[in-house]
């Protein structure tokens, strides 16, 4: 039984620690996208964090992505979080 209850407390450690690692989790539903891909009508793409807007989608789609980056940074600097 001792060692049964000494499992059990072992395993709860093991989640503490991995549920501290991985944060906060949000559900992926609607509405929880970081970035929006519009290419037609017209072509644009949206970060939802920085509210940064590009319509060369071309090049975003390229990997060009460092006004995302840069106004990411700015983004967790100030600390906005969901």
Do not use: C
């Not at 949000?26 to 509405?31: D, S, T, V």
């Not at 793409?45 to 990411?72: C, M, Q, W």
């Amino acid at each position: 039984m001792l060692k049964t209850k000494l499992i059990l407390k072992q395993k709860e450690e093991e989640l503490l620690k991995i549920n501290n690692i991985r944060g906060d989790q949000h559900e992926a539903g609607w509405g929880r996208q970081i970035r929006s891909y519009v290419l037609q009508p017209y072509q644009q793409v949206k970060d939802a964090r920085g509210n940064t807007e590009v319509g060369n989608v071309a090049n975003v789609l390229d990997g060009d992505i460092s006004i995302f980056i840069k106004e990411y940074l700015k983004w967790r600097r100030q600390g906005i979080n969901d």
